[in-house]
């Protein structure tokens, strides 16, 4: 296959087949000639690679089996199943803990404290600095992180890491300040600012802290908490579960009811404006609805997981599919341990 558009394909169309490989058939393509190897170091192509895999979404699954102190992840992908998944690379025992942009942030199981930051495509990882700080948490003594945040910017190859929760020493209770550690990687180091609030952060479920007409965002330009109104008819709406995810780089809100799932997406973000963009019927899975959680989503579909399924819901043909079922009892719901996750070329160092 000639590069130089004088064989059987130009050189565009070549380009736009490679860019649509997994990363890791990308990276053994590498070897056919001098210009292939230099496409992953080619800020275009890094572009045109991260644009098309960011409408293929996957989730990646962390399988606890009760009878064995051990897991083991899966990656789900509409288009191409169900595979497995490793991080064996980081020669550590991991938990996930947040998921953005093709990067992973990984706490290490056995050290606490211990950060990671990798492309488990690449195989590119960070180990992040020790904080000096003391551990932050809600309860003791699991001394994790409340809350475990990544930001990813992949035009600048740069990313954040925020670590957020409570400074607690055995056997007092909480001072009531609020400790924000954000790790930026362009600078290598860590920085910390306090929020002093009274019942602000007092449910935080996975990551996600919503309350009856507002969320909390922060501004990491300015270190700085903000709210930020739910639409009218999420507020005064009845018997709703509220869950946020992206939706084509927009934030987005999805409501869940018993019969009802409502999509809406944040058209502007500082008129704080929301649109509804999608209205699903539960009824087909009804008996499953108490129990489902969305993971992530598309134009073309959402996947949801439950306790023990992941469902894939196909917004033309509004069929839904299941992707994945366990074969016992899984020491957590699915949707516990459940992360969006898309593949990239994006580098941790």
């Known amino acids: 296959m000639n590069m130089r558009g004088d064989g059987v394909f130009p050189e565009e169309v070549v380009i736009q087949i490679l860019a649509r490989l997994p990363v890791k058939s990308l990276f053994r393509s590498k070897t056919v000639c001098k210009r292939w190897y230099r496409l992953a170091s080619d800020k275009y192509f890094i572009q045109l690679y991260n644009e098309i895999s960011s409408k293929n979404p996957m989730i990646l699954v ?22 497995e998944f490793s991080l064996a690379f980081l020669n550590d025992r991991v938990r996930v803990r947040a998921s953005c942009n093709g990067l992973l942030c990984c706490s290490s199981i056995p ?15 960070k180990l992040l600095p020790k904080s000096r700080e003391r551990p932050v948490t809600r309860f003791h003594p699991d001394d994790e992180a409340t809350l475990v945040g990544l930001a990813c910017d992949l035009t600048y190859q740069k990313f954040k890491v925020v670590l957020a929760g409570y400074h607690r020493n055995f056997g007092h ?37 919503v309350f009856n007409s507002y969320m909390l965002v922060l501004d990491l330009s300015c ?23 992206e939706f084509n780089g927009r934030l987005s809100i999805i409501q869940i009811s018993e019969a009802w799932m409502n999509i809406w997406v944040l058209s502007d973000y500082w008129k ?41 819901y196909h917004r033309k043909s509004r069929v839904w599919k299941e992707m994945y079922s366990v074969k016992f009892s899984s020491t957590f719901p699915l949707w516990f ?11 941790c160092n």
């Open 272 to 312: 704080e404006e929301w649109s509804m963009v999608d209205k699903v019927s539960l009824r087909c899975i009804r008996g499953m609805v108490p129990g489902i959680f969305p993971i992530s989503q598309t134009d073309e579909y959402i996947f949801l997981a439950t306790h023990k399924q992941v469902l894939v």
């Open 223 to 245: 270190d700085i908490w903000r709210k930020m109104q739910l639409p009218y008819d999420v507020i005064h709406g009845m018997g709703y579960r509220i869950y946020l995810l």
């Open 111 to 125: 050290d606490k404290g211990v950060y990671y930051v990798c492309n488990p495509m690449t195989r590119d990882f």
């Open 62 to 83: 962390d399988i606890s089996e009760a009878s064995e102190s051990k897991s083991s992840l899966i990656c789900v992908d509409n288009v191409r199943g169900v595979s």
């Open 173 to 209: 209770r909480s001072d009531g300040s609020f400790v924000c550690l954000v790790f930026d990687s362009e600078l290598n180091k860590w920085r910390k600012f306090i929020t002093f609030q009274d019942d602000h952060f007092s449910h935080m479920n996975k990551n996600q802290v």
């Open 337 to 347: 341990s459940a992360h969006a996750y898309r593949s990239s070329m994006f580098s």
